[in-house]
C-alpha cells in the first residue's frame, strides 16, 4: 500500500475557528468568572452576572442552530465552551451544559412549532431550559419513573416528582419525562415541556452538595399540573427513546466539563509546584513531583483527544456514538478526579484549605462521575454495544 507524499494531518489539530472559539472564551472566563469563581462556590448562588457575562458574548447556548436566533455551534463548538468554562468555575460550566441538556429532546422530536416558541428564547438568553428525567427511586433505572401525565381531553396532567435536577428554581422551562400508559414500560414513557409557572409546579428545597455549590440542584415537584397538547415533546410513547438519545449526545459535554477542571487543577499544581519551595529548592524539581505531573498531563490529553474524538462523532450522529459517549464521559471523568486528587497532593497541606482552588476543583470533579448516568452505567452501556456487535 502506497502512503501519500502529502498526507493530511489536519484531522488532529482544532479548525481555526474553533481555536478562536476557545481563545474567546478563555479571555472571558479570566475576566468574568474566575475571579468571581471561589465566592460562587463559598455563597452557594447562582451566579447570575456570570450568566449575563456569557449570554453577552453568546456562550450561553451556542447549539442552538441560526435558524431560530442561536450560533449554529456544533458539537465540538459546545465542548470548548463547556471546557474552558469549567477550567476556572465548574458551577459556571453548567450554565451552557444544562440549556443543552435541557433543549436537546426538542431537537430530537420536537415538531418545528415547539421549535419556534422555545429555542428563540434560549438563545437569546431571556429562558434556561433544565431536564427532569432522574427520580428519587429510579435513578441509573429511569424506565422504573413512577411521575405520571394522564389524558385529559386535549392535555395531559402531570403528577410527581423528580430529583437532583440542575438549575431548578433558575430555569424557565424543563424538558420533563411521564409515563402515559403505565403498562407498556419504556415504550409508555413521553416528553413534554413544563414552566417553571405553570400552576401546581414548585421546587423543593436546595440540595446540600459536596461540589458545583453555584448551580442549585433541587426537586421539581408536580400537584396535577394541566400541560396543553401541544406541549408534547413527539409522539406519545417516545419519550424514553428521546431521553437516551439526548444523553448519547450530551454526555460528551459531561466529558468536556470534566477535561475543564482537570486542567484547571493541572495549571494549578504545576505552577504552585515552581514556586513551593522545600528542601532548599522548588519541588518541582523533584522526580517524584515530575512523574505526577506528566501522568496528570498524559491522562488528560489522552480523556481531550476521545471526548473531542466523541463530539466530531456527535455531529455526524454515528451508528457507534453510544459507545463513544459513553467512554468519553467515562474516562475523562475518572481522569478528572485522578488528577484533581493529585493536584490536591502536590499543594500539600495548602491543598487541603480553601484559600487554594484545587479542593474545590476536587469537589467538583466527583459529580462529573455520577450525573448523566453513574460511570457503572457508562460501562454497561459500552459493554452492551460491544457484545451486540
Known sequence: ??????????????????????????????????????????????????YDALVAGEFHAIHIPQEYGGQGGDALAACLVIEEVARVCASSSLIPAVNKLGTLPLMVAGDDDLLQRYLPQVASGEAMFSYCLSERESGSDSAAMRTTAKADGDGWIINGQKSWITNAGVSDYYTVLAVTDPDAGAKGISAFVVHADDEGVSFGAPERKLGVHGSPTREVLFDHVPIPGGRMVGDPGTGFRTAMTTLDHTRITIGAQALGIAQGALDAAVDYAKEREQFGKPIASFQGIQFMVADMAMKLEAARALVYKAAAMSERCDSDLSFYGAAAKCYASDVAMQVTTDAVQIFGGNGYTRDFPVERYMRDAKITQIYEGTNEIQRLVMARALLRG
Open 1 to 50: 500500500m502506497a502512503l501519500s507524499a502529502n498526507p493530511d494531518f489536519s484531522v488532529y489539530e482544532l479548525p481555526e475557528e474553533h481555536r478562536e472559539l476557545r481563545a474567546a472564551v478563555r479571555a472571558l472566563a479570566e475576566d468574568k468568572i474566575a475571579p468571581r469563581a471561589a465566592e460562587i462556590d463559598e455563597s452557594g448562588e447562582f451566579p447570575h452576572d456570570v
